[in-house]
């Protein structure tokens, strides 16, 4: 029987899995829900100050209806979502398990 790490397990954001690219110089996870738009769960710049979080971010407003970022944990994060439109909004998120704070952009 394989050793779990007692850490992982039932944890959502383990299930993940690895981190895939999702634009020149920002991974992290995402799904894509049918009326639901993007979900992007974790999401990270490889160098800060280069704009790759705010090119990737009016790429997603270009490319779907609907952008959905739960349980952002990071202000910098939270403030530019702020910026760019997004509301906060309690959803309930089942791949992560639970109702969580979603910040929302959807296109007009």
Not at 21 to 45: A, C, M, N, Q
Not at 47 to 58: I, N, S, W
Not at 90 to 102: Q, Y
């Amino acid at each position: 029987m394989p050793i779990l790490n007692p850490l992982a397990f039932d944890n959502p954001y383990y299930a993940l899995g690895k981190e895939s690219k999702l634009s020149k110089g920002v991974f992290g996870h995402y799904s894509v829900e049918p009326g639901r738009g993007i979900y992007i769960y974790t999401i990270r710049s490889t160098q800060q100050g280069k704009g790759y979080m705010t090119t990737y971010l009016e790429q997603l407003m270009n490319d779907h209806m609907a952008i959905r970022f739960p349980n952002v944990v990071n202000s910098k994060l939270a403030d530019m979502l702020k910026a760019k439109g997004f509301s906060k909004k309690r959803e309930h998120v089942p791949k992560l398990k639970g109702h969580l704070d979603v910040w929302v952009w959807k296109n007009k």
